[in-house]
């Protein structure tokens, strides 16, 4: 028997097997018409007498449930129809939960979201133990809060603090973490996964949950905590009150999907479960029509259109194969791309440095991340041995000859650079592709050393690169796409989401996020506090401050690259004066303990020693918190905007995974194109002019914001403005590429 992506196998011992099997679909996803086969589908079996217990699972080969059908989220057009469509969720599963025969979800693979809510409205679970098995509720994630009864369910299961943890943080735990919790009831082989839950299902055939009395509860640590934090109402109130300025401290309020999940658990607790899934449902729908839910959502829709991009526009030009990766250069990045080549993509790595204590301090810095592993049971210690064995170390071009793909990662020096590409190409075969990871220098420069320029391109990845997870390709005019091809696959491979630019000084990234350094320096040097510069752009939504980034990254290092935008793109890019004084005083940031802040033994904070040096009065008042963020970011915007117009960018959506995932630009504003989006262009055009007669040429709107204002086009909907059309009269950009 099937019925819309359920089929049923009755056994011969009074177990039914319901399988959920979407057609045509890679996973599976709750659609709009799940929660009418589910009430048809068991209200059939309840009523079946040959039946004694069901045992729910997937068709799908490595997948349970991958949660609700986004695109189907999306289409919500009012709080009232979200409201709607969440408590449909409520029927179906307050169904699973009320049926009177035992039902065992049978889980291997991913359950999330609404996912892992039809498994809690079952009466047990059992997963397999597969690295490929994980539960969660992500929905704050994409700004929203379980609907289908989650958030009553989770906390009632595994308590409430580990609830808010999991469903504030999104995080997707595994098999041998959810047995701890007490999530799911056991944890077995794949092979045995069905016949364990059947047994499961079939021993709870009449079966009465026991009920602890208050004595036996208070015997059991973690049952104290609970009672004590949860169930009363001074406890609930230290808990939840502790949970949003926890919260706070990182959201700084921004995300009101996490707030809300705070406020309908408590609700739940204090006034029952029928009252927490009406507060669920009200919050689901009021969400839904949130800015901060339509610009998530769209960023897990750009990611996932992402993973089908070739990178080219010849859906013919297919990738080669990438079976060995040589490596140049053993410092932080070049060890970090290893790390990632091996561990991930899995594909050996022959790591070169100049001499044997840079390979072997980049062998140590790899063995650090698998130690990390190992001690956190994500590995075995064979399992570690045996992935270090796929690095392997030398001072000379020796092993790299039949290297596939060569990446370079050593100082931004033009003619070292150039260097490498004539080594590599005379020890290498002639289609070797050699690759950049720098940030600054043009690839077209580089690949002017090459005999072989179509096979030269940028890979630049982000620090720590085991952690950031952007990669930014970059293109010359003369780049084959087979080779784009080729290095887009290997990013994919190794975990990236990967965007595709043109050649350019500071290609995309690197020249977006100076503007908005360079114009918190010009605040530093208008007497502004440090520290109120940063706040700002905290509470604006970027993860870290622009003055404390200068000095994460080097003030040597924002020197250098700030003279080569200076040189290309002229006075729009000019420092405030003073700024050379920070090199003078050999102030290079975290590195050398000598930047803005203070660093090692000292006090923590900003050194007020900066301000004396470079002969301003930390005493301005009159720049507001608001007027900060506004500045800082529409540098930001602004030249994002420049990038598309110039054709940098092959689209907006490039433009706002690059920014997101690669700048921490606030993910609940979407990106930068988003922002204008949501903003409008003749407002965000209206600020840039106010602030261009007030402040100078450096806030000179961006060609195709003129444009846009104008023609009343998008970067994203319906009548998209096109990329590569609004250059303007100052364009620095490399010619752009042909497909």
């Known amino acids: 028997m099937a019925k819309q992506g359920l089929s049923i196998e009755k056994r011969d011992d009074g177990v039914a097997i319901v399988r959920m099997d979407i057609p045509g679909e890679p996973m599976n996803t709750l659609k709009a018409d799940f929660v009418d086969t589910f009430m048809d589908v068991f209200d059939s079996l309840e009523n079946d007498p040959e039946v004694k217990a069901i045992v729910f699972t997937s068709g799908k080969k490595d997948s349970f449930i991958a949660g609700a059908d986004i695109t189907m989220l999306e289409s919500v057009s009012s709080a009232e129809e979200g409201e709607r469509t969440s408590l449909e969720g409520h029927k179906a599963m307050n169904r699973i939960e009320a049926c009177s025969k035992p039902i065992v979800a049978a889980i291997h693979g991913v359950a999330l979201g609404g996912g892992l809510e039809v498994a809690l409205a079952c009466h047990a679970r059992v997963v397999s133990d597969s690295k490929k098995t994980k539960l969660g509720l992500p929905e704050s994630q994409l700004g929203l809060i379980p609907g289908a009864g989650g958030t009553q369910r989770l906390p009632r299961l595994i308590g409430v603090q580990p609830a808010l943890d999991m469903m504030l943080t999104g995080k997707q735990i595994d098999p041998k973490k959810a047995r701890k919790l007490g999530l799911v009831d056991d944890v077995v082989p794949p092979s045995i996964l069905l016949e364990t839950a059947a047994a499961l299902a079939l021993s709870r055939v009449g079966y009465t949950p026991k009920r602890d009395s208050f004595i036996e509860q208070l015997r059991d640590k973690e049952a104290v905590t609970e009672f004590a934090l949860a169930k009363n109402p001074v406890g609930r109130k230290i808990l939840f009150d502790q949970a949003r300025k926890q919260l706070h401290k990182q959201t700084r309020g921004n995300y009101p999907a996490q707030d809300l999940i705070i406020d309908v658990v408590k609700a739940g607790l204090e006034d029952g479960f029928e009252a927490g899934l009406a507060a669920e449902a009200r919050a689901f729908g009021r969400l839904l029509t949130t ?399 106010e602030l261009e007669k007030q402040l100078g040429p450096r806030f000179s709107p961006a060609p195709v914001l003129e444009e846009i204002a104008r023609s009343g086009q998008t970067f994203h909907g319906e009548n998209p403005v096109q990329s590569g059309q609004s250059r303007g009269n100052h364009s620095q950009t490399a010619p752009r590429a042909t497909a």
């Open 291 to 689: 800015a901060e839910a339509a610009n998530l959502m769209s960023l897990f829709f750009a990611t996932t259109a992402l993973k089908k991009d070739s990178g080219v526009d010849d859906p013919e030009v297919k990738p080669r194969e990438v079976k060995k990766v040589g490596m140049l250069g053993a410092g932080l990045m070049g060890a970090g791309i290893a790390y990632v080549t091996t561990s991930v993509a899995k594909i050996p790595v022959r790591l070169k440095d100049r001499d044997a204590d840079g390979v072997m301090a980049g062998l140590r810095y790899i063995r650090g991340i698998i130690d990390g592993r190992v001690k956190r049971k994500r590995l075995s210690e064979q399992q570690a041995n045996a992935l270090m064995l796929q690095t392997t170390g030398t001072t000379t071009y020796a092993g790299l000859q039949d290297a596939d793909v060569v990446i370079e990662a050593v100082f931004e020096d033009l003619a070292l650079k150039g260097q490498m590409v004539r080594d590599v190409e005379e020890s290498g075969r002639n289609d070797v592709i050699f690759a950049s990871n720098t940030s600054s220098l043009p690839i077209s420069q580089i690949a002017a050393a090459s005999k072989h320029p179509e096979t030269v391109i940028g890979m630049h990845y982000f620090s720590p690169v085991h952690k950031m997870p952007l990669l930014e390709i970059i293109v010359t005019n003369q780049t084959a796409d087979w080779v784009t091809a080729t290095c887009v696959d290997l990013g994919k491979r190794q975990g990236k989401h990967v965007i595709v630019v043109r050649d350019g000084v500071g290609f995309y990234t690197s020249r977006v996020l100076a503007p908005m350094m360079n114009e918190a320096a010009h605040l530093v040097a208008e007497g502004v506090p440090i520290e109120k510069i940063d706040t700002a752009m905290l509470n604006w939504g970027f993860p870290i401050g622009p003055i404390k980034l200068t000095d994460e990254v080097g003030i040597d290092v924002g020197a250098k690259v700030g003279k080569i935008m200076l040189d290309a793109f002229g006075e729009r890019m000019s420092p405030p004066d003073g700024m050379k004084k920070l090199m003078e005083d050999e102030r290079y940031g975290r590195k050398n303990g000598r930047g803005f802040y203070l660093y090692g033994d000292k006090k923590k904070g900003v050194d007020e020693s900066v301000y004396e040096l470079l002969g301003v009065s930390p005493t301005n008042k009159s720049v507001s918190s608001e007027d900060i963020a506004w500045r800082c970011a529409l540098q930001f915007v602004n030249e994002a905007c420049r990038c598309f117009g110039e054709g940098i960018l092959r689209s907006a959506r490039d433009g706002d995974v690059g920014a997101v995932f690669g700048l921490g630009f606030p993910p609940f504003r979407g990106g930068p194109f988003r922002f204008v989006d949501q903003v409008g262009a003749k407002e965000i055009l209206g600020r840039l002019r």
